[in-house]
């Protein structure tokens, strides 16, 4: 059973359109992240929340919203999406580190990969 | 600010061959490091990772990483390669403080012939 799970798998959209990809989890983890992967550039970070109050902007945030529902869910909204939005999308949680710290390993959903024409 | 680099994107072993994998980085202050897998259709797993102590790292299905402070290297080695070790594996590393900016490799995806 996956722990944190993403809907849709995939989806295929229009330029213009607005579009939701989600995220739950059952970790229990407070950390939640949304990354891209695009082939040959690795992983890059869109948004990142610490809790369900708390929404920081990552590398790649412009074009992205994100919304924290509750502890478990945390959702990324393509407002008007483009073709170059074209990706893999991946959620992932972490916890708290010990004593604050921030080395612990972040854990994956499967990815939405999303095709904007 | 850290940066990682995967020398090659691709790699090709026989099966039973070493796994060499090589992950160089660039940070400031002590790194955390990271090695994860990603296997067709799916998202990133943890294969190991350091953060302090011991040097030479063990991780899940016979991997292992050596943290190279003079050499800013983390390579990942496995002594023979599976056939089920074909997959996509990115280095990663992460600092204190940096509110868990992980900053990734490029990925370098592992061929094994059989």
């Known amino acids: 059973d996956a722990d944190v799970t993403q809907t849709p798998r995939n989806r295929i959209t229009k330029t213009g359109k607005r579009i939701m990809l989600e995220c739950s989890q059952t970790?229990?983890?407070?950390?939640m992240y949304w990354y891209r992967q695009d082939p040959g550039l690795g992983l890059q970070l869109i948004y990142y929340?610490?809790?369900?109050?708390?929404?920081n902007k990552g590398e790649i945030s412009d074009g992205y919203s994100v919304s924290r529902q509750a502890q478990a869910k945390f959702s990324l909204s393509l407002e008007s999406a483009i073709p170059n939005q074209t990706a893999l999308y991946f959620c992932?949680?972490?916890?708290?580190?010990?004593?604050?710290?921030?080395?612990?390993?972040?854990?994956f959903g499967n990815g939405t990969r999303l095709t904007v024409t | 600010a850290q940066s990682v680099t995967q020398l090659g994107s691709h790699v090709s072993v026989s099966e039973g061959a070493l796994v060499l994998l090589r992950c160089n980085y660039s940070?400031?202050?002590?790194?955390?490091l990271f090695w994860y897998v990603q296997y067709p259709n799916q998202g990133l797993q943890l294969l190991l990772k350091?953060?302090?102590?011991?040097?030479l790292v063990k991780g899940i299905n016979g991997f292992e990483a050596e943290f190279k402070k003079s050499e800013t290297s983390f390579h990942l080695t496995k002594p023979s390669a599976h056939m089920s070790d074909a997959a996509e594996y990115f280095c990663?590393?992460?600092?204190?403080?940096?509110?868990?900016?992980?900053?990734f490799g490029t990925g370098t995806k592992l061929q094994v012939i059989p």
């Open positions: 940070s400031s202050v002590p790194p955390y």
């Open positions: 350091y953060t302090t102590g011991a040097t």
């Open positions: 970790k229990g983890h407070d950390r």
């Open positions: 990663a590393v992460t600092v204190e403080k940096s509110y868990q900016k992980v900053t």
């Open positions: 929340s610490f809790d369900v109050k708390d929404i």
């Open positions: 992932a949680t972490s916890e708290e580190g010990l004593q604050g710290t921030y080395n612990s390993p972040l854990h």
